[in-house]
C-alpha cells in the first residue's frame, strides 16, 4: 500500500473545528486493517473519495475481493477523517450483515454533518447493527500514524487539544446515538391524574395527552 505523506494525516486527520491558514478541503480518507483470529494484520490499505465512488464504497469492493475464509473470524479496524455519509452507512450495514465472520469497527475523527438528521440516523443504523461507531482519540490516532503514515521513524506528532477535541466529538456522537425509541405506554389511572387536578399544577405531557387507550412519546436528541 501506498503510506500517506506526513502533512497529508496531520490535515486530513486532524480533530481540531476548524482550518487554519492557509486553508485546504478536509476529504475523506478510510484506513483499515483486518486482523486474524490470532490478531496479526492480514491486510491493510488506505482509500480516499472518488468521484462518484466514495471511500467506504472503495473499501468494501477491497474486503469482498480478499474473499475470506468464511469458517475464521475476522475483526476489521477502520479509521476515517469523516464518519460515514447515510448511503454509505446503508451500504457498510448491507456489507456486514450478510458477513457474520466478521466485525467492524469504525474510528472517525470528526463527524460529518451531525445536525442533519439523516446523517444521524445513519449512525444509529451502524450502531444498532453491529457496527461499532466510536471518535479517534489518543491510542487511535497513534495507531493510524504508525501503520499508514511514511513518518520515516519519527514519533506521534500529537497537536494542541486533540484529547479536548475528541472529547467534545465523542459527546456529540453519544447523543447521537442514545436512542429512545418510541415507547408504548399505558394509559393514566384516575389515582394518576387525580393529585394534579386536586393540586392545580399543570399535568405531565404524558397524562395530559394520554389516549384512551395508549399513549405514545419520544424524545429530542439536543
Known sequence: MNLLKENIFIQQFGNQPRVSAPYYPRKTYLCYQVKGPDDSILDKGCFQNKKKRHAEIRFIDKINSLNLDQDQCYRIICYVTWSPCHTCAEELVDFISNRHHLSLQLFA??????????????????????????????????????????????????????????????????????????????????????????????????????????????????
Open 109 to 222: 475523527s470528526r463527524l460529518y454533518f451531525h445536525w442533519v438528521k439523516c446523517y444521524q440516523r445513519g449512525l444509529r443504523h451502524l450502531q444498532a447493527n453491529q457496527v461499532s461507531v466510536a471518535v479517534m482519540k489518543g491510542p487511535e490516532f497513534k495507531d493510524c500514524w504508525e501503520k499508514f503514515v511514511d513518518h520515516q521513524g519519527r514519533s506521534f506528532p500529537s497537536w494542541e487539544k486533540l484529547e479536548q477535541y475528541s472529547e467534545s466529538i465523542s459527546r456529540r456522537l453519544s447523543r447521537i446515538l442514545r436512542v429512545r425509541c418510541w415507547r408504548l405506554l399505558p394509559p393514566p389511572t384516575p389515582s394518576q391524574v387525580q393529585p394534579f387536578l386536586l393540586s392545580g399544577a399543570l399535568l405531565p405531557c404524558s397524562l395530559a395527552t394520554a389516549p384512551h387507550s395508549f399513549l405514545f412519546s419520544h424524545d429530542t436528541l439536543f
